[in-house]
């Protein structure tokens, strides 16, 4: 069972609980006290200049997504949970899908009335080299995990243990960069590993190494049932979700769409071919060149890629520059952090494609469809679970798949405006933050927090 610190609430806290009883054995929900019934508070320091002006996105808002009964349900799970304080760790605020995950899922959580913080651990830059490698053998990548390797993974994670000051209700930990915080810290409280990458295949020596850390958890979430491990600790599967009123997913006028592509200098003359990913190998940019070389011998068309290089990935700038070598007129190569650019070009775009070789989910291809695009995909890891080949997308294989995908939607109006209609659908139903929230709350509300007088139990 698994124990969590309730020395700071009180017992009559507690026994407001009107909806889940406390079982016989004196175990109960992890946190829970009734208010009201409507109205969850939104935090608003007030007292800041033009804080009237903003408001988070509530759950509320998405009721003509998802109806008025699932508003309904998931407001009166967030009520139960209001009193608890959760906490996000990562590596980076910006660059990639967690980033982007823990930007909307925090603020809708705490518009919800569930204090709900995120945190991001320091690095030095060998650091986040050793623990780059270390997410590439996850996917099953090389490496040489060397003693010295461990010791500066180990020691920065030490050192970030000291200044986190960790006091909360539930901690969630994301990837292996923050992974060895558990072994600082007397656990007083629920902490879930969240692991975002592939795990269908991970290095052996990699994983024989974290194996230990990952099992001082109480709970593993991963994205698919694909990537379980032989784990004692519970392991449960959410799948990622976007905000549809971010600025990456937020309608956008022909206006709006028209300023970021000139600003960027992007020439809409000919069909557009987009990718939108970081610069990682595992996102096989240079094969997605290759399949717009073979596809622009066919029909006319311009190629856009556009990524960053997060914080925490010293590999990507390598990555970024072995391909800038081969931008033209109908190639263009950006690094840029620019959301609604990335809007704009995944509306406007005739293909978006993400030819991933390797992938934990794949949120730019939740984001593409969400607009009605025309994606292909790799046939790998989450985006596998999001694309029905031929209904709402295509899935590929190589880099003449990915060529021939493109010249087909591209000679096909009708073809790509119908899997569009269909992959924004299906976004609609399965990948809203909603839905996202909801299974967090659910997870969260699972724990059972026990009360029991030391040696009470013996006679």
């Given at each position: 069972?698994?124990?969590?610190?309730?020395?700071?609430?009180?017992?009559?806290?507690?026994?407001?609980?009107?909806?889940?009883?406390?079982?016989?054995?004196?175990?109960?929900?992890?946190?829970?006290?009734?208010?009201?019934?409507?109205?969850?508070?939104?935090?608003?320091?007030?007292?800041?200049?033009d804080a009237r002006r903003f408001k988070l996105t509530s759950v509320e808002d998405y009721a003509s997504l998802i109806g008025g009964e699932a508003v309904e349900r998931l407001l009166e799970k967030a009520e139960r949970l209001r009193d608890i304080h959760v906490v996000?760790?990562?590596?980076?605020y910006y660059g990639g899908g967690v980033a982007e995950l823990l930007s909307s899922l925090t603020l809708l959580m705490n518009a919800s009335g569930i204090r709900t913080g995120w945190r991001v651990i320091q690095g030095r830059p060998d650091f986040f080299s050793i623990?780059?490698?270390?997410?590439?053998?996850?996917?099953?990548?090389?490496?040489?995990?060397?003693?010295?390797?461990?010791?500066?993974?180990?020691?920065?994670?030490?050192?970030?243990?000291?200044?986190?000051?960790?006091?909360?209700?539930?901690?969630?930990?994301?990837?292996?960069?923050?992974?060895?915080?558990?072994?600082?810290?007397?656990?007083?409280?629920?902490?879930?590993?969240?692991?975002?990458?592939?795990?269908?295949?991970?290095?052996?020596?990699?994983?024989?190494?974290?194996?230990?850390?990952?099992?001082?958890?109480?709970?593993?979430?991963?994205?698919?049932?694909?990537?379980?491990?032989?784990?004692?600790?519970?392991?449960?599967?959410?799948?990622?979700?976007?905000?549809?009123?971010?600025?990456?997913?937020?309608?956008?006028?022909?206006?709006?769409?028209?300023?970021?592509?000139?600003?960027?200098?992007?020439?809409?003359?000919?069909?557009?071919?987009?990718?939108?990913?970081?610069?990682?190998?595992?996102?096989?940019?240079?094969?997605?060149?290759?399949?717009?070389?073979?596809?622009?011998?066919?029909?006319?068309?311009?190629?856009?890629?556009?990524?960053?290089?997060?914080?925490?990935?010293?590999?990507?700038?390598?990555?970024?520059?072995?391909?800038?070598?081969?931008?033209?007129?109908?190639?263009r190569i950006l690094s840029v952090q620019d959301s609604a650019l990335v809007n704009a070009l995944q509306r406007r775009a005739a293909v978006v494609v993400q030819k991933s070789i390797r992938e934990g989910f794949g949120l730019t291809v939740t984001e593409a469809m969400?607009?009605?695009?025309?994606?292909?995909?790799?046939?790998?890891?989450?985006?596998?679970?999001?694309?029905?080949?031929?209904?709402?997308?295509?899935?590929?294989?190589?880099?003449?798949?990915?060529?021939?995908?493109?010249?087909?939607?591209?000679?096909?109006?009708?073809?790509?405006?119908?899997?569009?209609?269909?992959?924004?659908?299906?976004?609609?139903?399965?990948?809203?933050?909603?839905?996202?929230?909801?299974?967090?709350?659910?997870?969260?509300?699972?724990?059972?927090?026990?009360?029991?007088?030391?040696?009470?139990?013996?006679?």
């Amino acid at each position: 069972m698994i124990q969590v610190n309730a020395t700071n609430r009180r017992r009559d806290d507690y026994m407001q609980e009107t909806s889940r009883p406390i079982n016989g054995d004196g175990a109960m929900p992890l946190s829970f006290k009734t208010g009201s019934k409507r109205s969850l508070p939104v935090p608003a320091p007030e007292g800041l200049p033009d804080a009237r002006r903003f408001k988070l996105t509530s759950v509320e808002d998405y009721a003509s997504l998802i109806g008025g009964e699932a508003v309904e349900r998931l407001l009166e799970k967030a009520e139960r949970l209001r009193d608890i304080h959760v906490v996000n760790i990562n590596s980076t605020y910006y660059g990639g899908g967690v980033a982007e995950l823990l930007s909307s899922l925090t603020l809708l959580m705490n518009a919800s009335g569930i204090r709900t913080g995120w945190r991001v651990i320091q690095g030095r830059p060998d650091f986040f080299s050793i623990t780059k490698k270390m997410h590439n053998a996850l996917q099953g990548g090389d490496i040489e995990l060397t003693d010295l390797k461990v010791q500066i993974y180990e020691e920065v994670a030490y050192e970030n243990a000291a200044r986190l000051h960790i006091d909360h209700d539930v901690v969630v930990v994301h990837d292996p960069q923050p992974l060895p915080l558990i072994r600082h810290f007397r656990k007083k409280a629920p902490w879930v590993w969240r692991c975002h990458v592939d795990l269908s295949n991970p290095h052996p020596q990699v994983w024989d190494y974290i194996a230990p850390m990952v099992e001082r958890y109480d709970a593993v979430v991963l994205s698919l049932p694909e990537y379980a491990q032989k784990l004692d600790t519970p392991q449960r599967f959410i799948m990622p979700a976007i905000n549809p009123f971010s600025t990456t997913n937020k309608e956008l006028s022909e206006a709006e769409i028209n300023d970021r592509f000139e600003h960027h200098k992007i020439p809409t003359d000919l069909p557009l071919v987009v990718q939108i990913s970081r610069f990682d190998k595992w996102k096989d940019p240079q094969g997605v060149i290759d399949a717009f070389q073979i596809a622009r011998r066919q029909i006319d068309c311009t190629l856009v890629l556009v990524g960053n290089v997060a914080t925490d990935d010293p590999e990507g700038q390598e990555v970024f520059a072995s391909i800038c070598s081969q931008a033209e007129d109908r190639i263009r190569i950006l690094s840029v952090q620019d959301s609604a650019l990335v809007n704009a070009l995944q509306r406007r775009a005739a293909v978006v494609v993400q030819k991933s070789i390797r992938e934990g989910f794949g949120l730019t291809v939740t984001e593409a469809m969400w607009k009605g695009a025309a994606v292909v995909g790799g046939n790998v890891g989450g985006i596998k679970h999001q694309i029905e080949h031929g209904v709402n997308g295509y899935l590929v294989n190589s880099v003449d798949e990915t060529a021939a995908c493109i010249v087909a939607l591209l000679k096909d109006r009708k073809m790509r405006d119908r899997m569009g209609h269909h992959a924004r659908e299906s976004v609609r139903k399965r990948f809203l933050m909603t839905r996202l929230m909801e299974e967090w709350l659910d997870l969260i509300g699972s724990f059972e927090a026990r009360f029991q007088l030391r040696g009470a139990g013996q006679h």
